[in-house]
């Protein structure tokens, strides 16, 4: 399974983007997904994930209400919606997968499969 992310740029804050990732060898259907962040010095940080299996979503505390993460399974495509953007949202975000979901979903030594990364830089 390959992951290509993609939408990052720069937006000011209370700005909006939409982050995507594509998916080939696999599809959206059958896989679980998620989107990490991370910033130069810290641990790459849970943001969101769906669960395909019981159809729930589910967010970090830091992003509720302003992050909605979603999924084409027609275009094998995910998203990350982002709304209401703050400089702290500023990171390189990173989509994933794994087969089946995991009670410790908020853990990146979970997930097996990685994009590459994509910068968002919000700027106050």
């Known amino acids: 399974v390959q992951l290509q992310a993609s939408g990052g740029g720069l937006a000011q804050a209370g700005g909006s983007l939409r982050l995507s990732c594509a998916v080939s060898g696999g599809t959206f259907g059958t896989y679980t997904a998620a989107w990490f962040r991370q910033v130069p010095g810290k641990e790459r940080e849970f943001v969101a994930a769906?669960?395909?299996?019981?159809?729930?979503?589910y967010y970090a505390d830091s992003v509720k209400g302003r992050f909605t993460i979603s999924r084409d399974i027609a275009k094998n495509t995910m998203y990350l919606q982002m709304w209401n953007l703050k400089p702290d949202d500023s990171a390189l975000y990173y989509c994933?997968?794994?087969?089946?979901?995991?009670?410790?979903?908020?853990?990146?030594?979970?997930?097996?499969?990685w994009g590459q990364g994509t910068q968002v830089t919000v700027s106050s």
């Open positions: 994933a997968a794994r087969l089946y979901w995991s009670v410790g979903y908020y853990s990146a030594a979970q997930w097996n499969y």
């Open positions: 769906i669960r395909t299996d019981a159809n729930r979503m």
